[in-house]
């Protein structure tokens, strides 16, 4: 459903509560038990090294490294 498309009384009717009032504490409590808290799940973190390896995979950052290792073979000349 396209809520943020409704009115306000269209939404709250739908979910059954009011503006002014809101949700009685009964209310809150059977609905925490049916749907959960409304938390997004973290999921897994990726390592450090992940990361650090993850910097990797740009194509100009290859080209930067390339040029450094050249500039190290070639030193001053």
């Known amino acids: ?3 943020y498309k409704l009115k306000e009384e269209e939404v ?3 979910v059954g509560t009011s ?22 799940d973290e999921g897994k973190k990726p ?5 650090f390896l993850g910097q990797f995979k740009d194509f100009m950052v290859l080209v930067l ?3 450094t290792f050249i500039s ?6």
Not at 24 to 30: L, N, Q
């Open 19 to 40: 503006i002014e009032r809101g949700l009685s504490e009964k209310e809150v409590e059977k609905r925490l038990k049916r749907y959960g808290y409304n938390k997004l």
């Open 12 to 14: 709250t009717s739908s």
């Open 47 to 51: 390592s450090a090294l992940f990361v």
């Open 72 to 77: 190290g073979v070639l030193g001053d000349t």
């Open 1 to 3: 459903m396209n809520w």
């Open 65 to 67: 490294l390339a040029a």
